[in-house]
């Protein structure tokens, strides 16, 4: 089934009605949509990246990869010399 042919169903008649432009439609239609899983998957690699900075450790300038193959991902490693760390302060 084409995008054009799935744009006519009621779920997406209904988004287009609330205002949801067409070329999100389209994307929705043409893709299978996982947003809060990929958003999840995702924001883990953030909350590491922090971990990484307040422990002095080696950080990644760019992080690639598919959810479908996680055999496939590639990281560049930043090198800006000395790691970053901001130090602690403790809690009271």
């Known amino acids: 089934m084409d995008s054009t042919a799935i744009l006519v169903q009621p779920a997406y008649r209904d988004l287009a009605e609330k205002g949801v432009d067409a070329c ?10 996982g947003t809060s899983f990929v958003g999840t998957a995702v ?23 598919s959810l479908r193959h996680l055999d496939r991902r590639h990281a560049v490693v930043n090198d800006p010399g000395d790691p970053f760390n901001p130090g602690s302060t403790p809690a009271g």
């Open 24 to 33: 999100g439609l389209t994307t929705l239609a043409e893709r299978s949509v």
């Open 43 to 65: 924001s883990t690699l953030v909350i590491s990246e922090s971990i990484r900075i307040a422990l002095g450790e080696h950080t990644y300038t760019v992080i690639d990869g």
